[in-house]
């Protein structure tokens, strides 16, 4: 089992950036595929960024491809999401999810467990 904390969260203006950070227990993280995902007020949650278990690989929502990238860091048990040109849309709640299978997944179901959510907050 793997416990995962978010942080990064806050309050910027549109146009500015902000980073997410995904502190995962245990000593197996390299073995999780992980993602990010996101639920807006009123919203389902939805799919944001994946990345594959060794980092080689990624997927991204098509609202935020070419504004966020999702890396991490094993030695550090740690995914991150780098967000730039932020849009008040990007408002939400940011979770991140780990998942012990193939990888890559886009669906909530695909994931085994989740954080507790960061707020980021986008002003216009």
Do not use: H
Not at 78 to 97: F, H, I, R
């Amino acid at each position: 089992q793997v416990q995962l904390v978010e942080s990064g969260g806050g309050l910027v203006q549109a146009g500015g950036s902000l980073r997410l950070s995904c502190a995962a227990s245990g000593r197996t993280f390299s073995s999780y595929g992980m993602g990010w995902f996101r639920q807006a007020p009123g919203k389902e949650r939805e799919f944001v960024a994946t990345i594959s278990r060794s980092g080689g690989s990624t997927l991204y929502a098509d609202s935020v491809k070419g504004r966020f990238t999702i890396f991490r860091d094993n030695a550090k048990n740690t995914v991150y999401l780098q967000m730039n040109s932020l849009k008040p849309e990007d408002t939400a709640v940011y979770y991140c999810a780990a998942e012990n299978s193939i990888g890559l997944r886009v669906t909530l179901r695909g994931y085994d467990y989740w954080g507790q959510g960061t707020q980021v907050t986008v002003s216009s």
